[in-house]
């Protein structure tokens, strides 16, 4: 199995070193998270992503998940971890103390899902779009709907996805087919089909809330037409208890070569109830604020993937022997293949890498989160201005 | 930069995770013998004469 150290004194050395930035340090935000205090948090997301996430990559390995009677079944383990998972908080690490978060700065979010996806990458992604979700929502939906959301993706206890791709579009989101169609009560009815969705139905939370754009029947074609709606697995009653199942049913999850305790599904709508988020026909803008960040978390995976292979790369370095080097010590015909000089390049290559992506990684969670705070301060200003 | 770290760290992670996997192979190991063995058996001494020369030229 492959072994894991978490890299808690390089997180910290930029921590220390490159929190002093200009722009970040108006915000005024963040002058309470100490370095000690980040250490204690660091040092116990080590324990539970070496101890209890990390043997979850070997079983979701093994034990794809799977498709049954309509509903996804993650590997074995999978949802007892979650349950540790949410209870100890991580989920909340980087949101707003308002829905339950912790209030910790996206610097130190980034640096745990470092960890968690050198840990295991397939159950990360149970977790990884709710944050997402999260954002998208609190950025650009009415208050009833945040107070009736955000507390329970925060808790951990409903998740969220992101639901972009269909089978005639992925990149080019103007040849949306998927169509919402508005009621009297105010809600729309979502109609298609969506393909590729990350975690887009599972057996780990209560409900799932799917972000969804779709093309309202009177808007025009092409990406100026699109809007997006909150489609939840089961509809959510006024006092927040979870009520009927939505017209959402998996068809089919996809076969991979990676990942495979992540199910990654074919989701189709079938009038499923929805609720528009942000303005009508800009559903691409309040998707963006999920999708940047995303971007980054999907940049953070391939760090973590990097991490670890490097450091079993390095372990087995060290204890595998082959051939002599040229300046040999060796009294038994073969040196450590770490004493060979094109391994050490290659490790340090690596090493090298590994270090100015998770150097790069800190800072553009600094400035992500700098231009997420002036676009809400924007926001508010424009609102007081406008009802003044 | 979002786009940019998006898919520069994908990239990199799939040279890194190929460079760990030839790790496991041992594959540098014979590049190097190789090389040595080119170095000391073959092309050394030609190398020092022709260095001396170039030598005597300046």
Redesign the interface.
């Known amino acids: 199995m492959p072994s894991y150290t978490a890299p808690v004194e390089d997180m910290l050395f930029l921590f220390e070193k490159l929190r002093d930035n200009k722009n970040y340090n108006e915000l005024k935000k963040y002058d309470e998270v100490t370095t000690d205090l980040v250490k204690d948090i660091l040092d116990e997301a080590a324990k539970i992503n070496q101890n209890l996430i990390l043997p979850l990559a070997k079983i979701g390995d093994e034990n794809p998940a799977v498709l049954e009677n309509g509903v996804v079944r993650t590997p074995p383990g999978y949802k007892e971890a979650y349950q540790k998972y949410i209870e100890d908080g991580w989920t909340s690490l980087s949101c707003d103390p308002k829905f339950g978060g912790q209030g910790m700065p996206k610097t130190v979010s980034a640096f745990f899902d470092e960890m968690l996806s050198s840990a295991s990458l397939s159950f990360k992604l149970y977790s990884e779009l709710s944050i997402g979700a999260y954002n998208c929502i609190n950025h650009h939906a009415p208050e009833e709907i945040k107070e009736k959301y955000l507390p329970k993706i925060v808790e951990g206890k409903w998740s969220g996805t992101m639901c972009l791709t269909e089978p005639v579009c992925g990149t080019d989101l103007g040849l949306l087919k998927t169509k919402a169609v508005q009621q009297s009560d105010g809600t729309y009815k979502i109609s298609g089909q969506k393909i590729f969705i990350t975690s887009g139905d599972h057996d780990l939370t209560e409900n799932i809330i799917h972000l969804v754009l779709a093309r309202s029947t009177d808007s025009p074609a092409g990406t100026k037409g699109i809007s997006l709606f909150l489609v939840p697995k089961f509809i959510v009653n006024d006092d927040g208890t979870v009520g009927q199942r939505n017209g959402i049913s998996t068809g089919s999850i996809e076969s991979k070569m990676g990942i495979k305790g992540s199910a990654t599904c074919v989701l189709n709508f079938d009038e499923a109830t929805g609720y528009m988020i942000g303005s009508k026909d800009k559903g691409l803008n309040a998707m963006f604020t999920m999708m940047n960040l995303e971007r980054i978390v999907v940049g953070i995976q391939g760090l973590g993937i990097s991490e670890i292979a490097y450091q079993n790369s390095l372990a087995y370095a060290k204890e595998r022997k082959q051939g002599k080097t040229n300046n040999t010590k060796s009294t038994n015909g073969a040196d450590f293949i770490i004493e060979h000089a094109d391994i050490r390049k290659s490790l340090l290559n690596m090493k090298s890498i590994i270090e100015g992506e998770r150097a790069l990684c800190f800072w553009l969670s600094q400035q992500t989160e700098v231009s997420l705070i002036i676009q809400m301060i924007k926001l508010n200003r424009k609102l007081l201005i406008m009802f003044r | 930069?979002?786009?940019v770290?998006?898919s520069?760290?994908?990239?990199?992670?799939m040279?890194?995770?190929n460079?760990?996997m030839?790790?496991?192979g041992?594959m540098?190991?014979?590049?190097?013998?190789e090389l040595?063995n080119y170095i000391?058996i073959i092309e050394l001494p030609q190398f020092t004469k022709e260095q001396i020369q170039f030598k005597q030229l300046i």
């Open positions: 930069m979002t786009p770290v998006k520069l760290f994908t990239d990199l992670a040279e890194i995770t460079d760990a030839q790790i496991h041992d540098d190991i014979q590049k190097t013998k040595s000391e």
